[in-house]
Every structure is written in structure tokens, then in C-alpha cells.
């Protein structure tokens, strides 16, 4: 995050995971509609935008709790179901905060591993090696950040029936899972109590800046994270939460425009990665980042050098703890994102001076 937020800038940004901003003036709003302050009957959350996210995911609002982004989302997911010193199975490679998030919380984390040669998908027999009767959580992201691979409904009641037989939970970031634009997946929350999901309109609807994020969580537990956000961020920003209802209201409007983007994004990716020998990628269907590997040399020095002779930028794998690989982001603008992987090409081709 800290490498995003001051190091991931050049003018060839490729080391995005959302798609582009929607703009503003495109989204049909009563600006005479937005109030800075609520009342106090929705301090637990605003009753529209509950609903709105209860209506999108086809659950009860009662199992609902609005927070700020996914990132919040999963710190108080875990904080809610983690004491320090419980086990937490955390997929590898994984999304860092993600693990930063368990450590701060002093959970005793371990990891279950996801292979290229597998095409980066959950092996439930992996899982079940790494489990221990003091796992709590099982922690999962589908769509995989970063590799973008999709984890199908029988994989998952795998996944509970295995976190059930120790007790434990199976917290799902779906964040990216809206992404699946052909037969959008139902919420892994409505296959069963042993499911906590996090997700948010941040980044495939190109509104991150609302910071609308939810938890969908069986009511008791739902209970708790809306009073430990209390300690956080106590109440939402209320115009981003009307604002964030109008985005709900015109989902499907935002949810064409980035589909648009990232599926020429894809096309334009799938080109590029059929003519390099030098690095190898899985191709996914769906999603808005790919992995590829580097097949020979450092990926470190080769992104610095892609940065300084070439102004172009992408993720480091180190921060997924595959320092071979490298991240690249589907849905910007598409000519920059093609002037990017040209310059990525120019790059494996230019030898090292
Ligand atoms: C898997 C995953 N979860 C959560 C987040 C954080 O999202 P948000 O901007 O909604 O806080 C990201 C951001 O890249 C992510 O990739």
C-alpha cells in the first residue's frame, strides 16, 4: 500500500487493480438531494444503502455492515473473529495487507499454497494439509489478487466443510468478483453460515473515491463489527453514502462502462502476451490484473528499469512474496494501457546495460 500510495506513479501506470474512474458528471444525481449530515436513526448504517447492498447480493440487510472500503472491511472482519495467538490460513500468494491485517492483530499466521502449474487455483487438498484444530479462519480472495483466477462454488463448500471440521469461519474478499461480467457469481455469503464476505464498489465500478465497502455477516457477528467500528471511524461520511446509493441505483450503467475498458484491456493483454518468450502468464477469463513471471533475470531491477528508461510502471511480484512475477492492471485508460505494454516489450527486449 505504502509503495502504491508513493512509488507506483509513471506516466504508463500499469500498476493499478481497479478500472478507471467513472466521471463524476456522467452519474445522474439530484445534487439537491445530498445533505452533509444524517440523523441519529442511522448511525449503525444509512437504512438505503444497507438495503441497496442487501438487494445486490440477494441478503438481509440485517447481515449487512457498511465500512469504509474493503480495507476496512477485512480489519474488522478479522478483529471481530480473531483473539491474538488463533491460527489464520492465509492463501499464498496473497494480497499484503491482508496479511499485515492478521499480524497486527497477533494471529498465528500460516499459509496454504496456490501454484501457477494449477493455474493459480485453491487446491482443497492443500488446505486441508495446512489446517489445525486451532484454525479460526480460513482467509480467501475471489477473484485472486493477484492472479485474477476464479475459485467455482464447489471449491468453496469444500472450503467450509473443511473450516467446519475445526470450527473455524471462511472469509471470502470478493472485491474483484463483480468483475465476472457473464453469469455473475452469486456472494459465496449465500452458500452457507460459514462464510463472511468483504467486498466493496471500489474497484471494478470506477467510484473508489465513495469508499462504500460492506461485510456481509450473520447478524450476531454482523453485531459486533458495527460496534467495534465504533473505535475506527465511529460514522460513515454521510454525502458518500447518499452518493453511494445513486451508484447502486445506476450499477449497471458503471458496470458497462468498465466492462467496455478492461475487455479491450484483455484483448489488447492477450496479444501481447502471446508474442513474449521472456515471461510466461496464466490467461484469465475474467478480472482485472495478471501475474506474469519473468522467465530469466530479476523482475526487481527489470521494473526499475522499466520505470526509469521507459516511464512505465508495474506491481513488484515481493509484494505478493513471488519476487519473479510481476503485477499489471486491466481496466485504464486504453491507450495508456497500451502504450504500456509496448514499452513493457521494448523493455524484455532492450538488454541490460
Ligand atoms: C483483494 C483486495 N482487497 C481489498 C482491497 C482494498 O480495497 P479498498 O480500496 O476497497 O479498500 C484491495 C485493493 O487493491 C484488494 O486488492
Given at each position: 500500500m505504502h509503495w502504491s500510495k508513493t512509488q507506483?506513479?509513471?506516466?504508463?501506470?500499469?500498476?493499478?487493480?481497479?478500472?478507471?474512474?467513472f466521471p463524476f458528471r456522467e452519474l445522474p444525481i439530484d445534487l439537491n438531494k445530498v445533505e452533509i449530515n444524517s440523523d441519529n436513526s442511522n448511525s449503525y448504517g444509512y437504512a438505503p444503502l444497507q438495503q441497496a447492498i442487501a438487494v445486490h447480493h440477494g441478503v438481509d440487510p440485517d447481515c449487512v455492515v457498511e465500512s469504509a472500503g474493503t480495507s476496512m472491511a477485512n480489519h474488522l472482519a478479522m478483529a471481530a473473529i480473531i483473539d491474538p495467538g488463533d491460527e489464520v490460513l492465509i492463501e499464498h500468494p496473497a494480497y499484503g495487507p491482508i496479511l499485515d491485517i492478521a499480524q497486527y492483530l497477533g494471529a498465528n499466521v500460516k499459509r496454504f499454497r496456490r501454484v501457477e502449474e494449477n493455474g493459480w487455483a485453491i487446491d482443497p487438498h492443500e488446505v486441508r494439509r495446512c489446517i489445525t484444530p486451532k484454525t479460526r479462519l480460513i482467509v480467501i480472495t475471489n477473484l485472486h489478487n493477484p492472479t485474477s483466477a476464479f475459485t467455482p462454488e464447489p471449491v468453496l463448500h469444500?472450503?467450509?466443510?473443511?473450516?467446519?471440521?475445526?470450527?473455524?469461519?471462511?472469509?471470502?474478499?470478493?472485491?474483484?468478483?463483480?468483475?465476472?461480467?457473464?453469469?455473475?457469481?452469486?456472494?459465496?455469503?449465500?452458500?452457507?453460515p460459514d462464510f463472511v464476505v468483504?467486498?466493496?464498489?471500489?474497484?471494478?465500478?470506477?467510484?473508489?473515491?465513495?469508499?462504500?465497502?460492506?461485510?456481509?455477516?450473520?447478524p450476531d457477528l454482523a453485531w459486533k463489527m458495527r460496534r467495534l467500528n465504533d473505535l475506527y471511524s465511529a460514522t460513515p461520511v454521510h454525502p458518500g453514502e447518499l452518493l453511494s446509493v445513486v451508484a447502486f441505483q445506476h450499477l449497471d450503467l458503471l458496470r458497462e462502462r468498465a466492462r467496455r475498458i478492461v475487455d479491450a484491456d484483455r484483448k489488447l493483454l492477450r496479444d501481447f502476451l502471446a508474442r513474449q518468450s521472456e515471461i510466461s502468464a496464466v490467461s484469465t477469463e475474467w478480472g482485472t490484473t495478471s501475474f506474469p513471471r519473468l522467465l530469466r533475470g530479476n523482475a526487481d531491477a527489470f521494473l526499475e528499469r522499466l520505470r526509469s528508461q521507459f516511464d512505465t510502471s508495474a506491481v513488484p511480484g515481493r509484494f505478493f512474496e513471488m519476487p519473479d512475477h510481476f503485477r499489471i492492471g486491466m481496466g485504464t485508460n486504453i491507450e495508456m494501457f497500451a502504450e504500456g505494454l509496448n514499452r513493457i516489450s521494448r523493455a524484455l527486449a532492450t538488454p541490460i546495460s
Open positions: 507506483s506513479h509513471a506516466r504508463f501506470n500499469l500498476a493499478t487493480s481497479g478500472v478507471a474512474p469444500e472450503l467450509a466443510d473443511i473450516a467446519r471440521s475445526v470450527g473455524a469461519l471462511v472469509l471470502v474478499d470478493e472485491v474483484y468478483l463483480d468483475a465476472v461480467y457473464d453469469d455473475t457469481p452469486r456472494t459465496s455469503f449465500c452458500l452457507g468483504t467486498s466493496s464498489l471500489t474497484k471494478i465500478y470506477g467510484v473508489s473515491g465513495l469508499r462504500c465497502g460492506w461485510i456481509l455477516a450473520q
